[in-house]
């Protein structure tokens, strides 16, 4: 099963600042995701990450504001830019290998003040 | 559009008994369903998948049904332990042939000593 290795697993930031989470795999996968999980909430795919092209975002959710990048199979980046209080969630990046299962990191807990 | 449903209440139950977890959807047929755990502050953790054409699928303690008529899957854990005390989310693929899952709200278990 995939290692995922997610940094940072959390932050502090101010209003209208951006932070990137980056996401490592320890091996190459097919599919790659980041999921949104709001305080008391279920997860929210934000994009489906996409090796060498741009990600497919989910309704609701845009490039400008969560810009994404997956340079290769093993590795992907996605920015939460001009942040506001509502964006204060965890992060979570998300595998898919051969099956069906998916694989978590451990997620980035945000709070934006 | 498509709902699935969660007991969003938390379940308490004694230690040795038998753990029931609903998950229902609507206006949707998914060709499998999956079960996750999650603990706080942890991404979700696969635990078992089973598929339209299946009734059942057992693995140790755990045991998941799946009735296409309803549009139900239950989720047991037998001789429940203090350490099954998290919440667990039901997750059928977003769309057919997509890999990418949708997540219910999760239903907390506490399993009392």
């Known amino acids: 099963s995939a290692v995922i290795s997610q940094k940072p697993s959390r932050d502090i930031c101010q209003r209208g600042t951006s932070l990137t989470i980056q996401c490592q795999v320890d091996?190459?996968?097919?599919?790659m995701f980041w999921y949104r999980q709001q305080p008391g909430q279920s997860l929210t795919l934000i994009a489906t990450a996409n090796q060498g092209s741009e990600a497919t975002y989910e309704s609701g959710f845009v490039i400008d504001k969560f810009p994404i990048s997956r340079p290769n199979l093993t590795f992907s980046t996605l920015t939460v830019s001009n942040m506001s209080p509502e964006d204060s969630s965890i992060y979570l990046c998300?595998?898919?290998?051969?099956?069906?299962?998916?694989?978590f990191g451990s997620g980035t807990q945000l709070s934006v003040l | 559009s498509q709902k699935i449903e969660q007991n969003s209440e938390a379940l308490n139950i004694q230690e040795g008994k038998t753990a029931t977890l609903t998950c229902n959807y609507t206006?949707?047929?998914?060709?499998?369903l999956q079960w996750y755990r999650q603990d706080p502050g942890r991404g979700p953790v696969f635990l078992l998948l089973i598929r339209e054409n299946e009734k059942e699928k057992r693995k140790e303690r755990l045991k998941v049904t799946f009735d296409t008529t309803l549009k139900q899957s239950l989720f047991h854990i037998t001789a429940s332990q203090p350490a099954d005390s998290a919440t667990y989310l039901c997750?059928?693929?977003?769309?057919?042939?997509?890999?990418?899952?949708?997540f219910g709200s999760g239903t907390r278990l506490q399993v009392q000593p």
């Open positions: 998300s595998v898919g290998e051969s099956d069906e299962k998916l694989f």
């Open positions: 091996s190459q996968v097919t599919m």
């Open positions: 206006n949707y047929s998914p060709a499998y």
């Open positions: 997750a059928p693929p977003m769309d057919t042939g997509r890999r990418a899952l949708t």
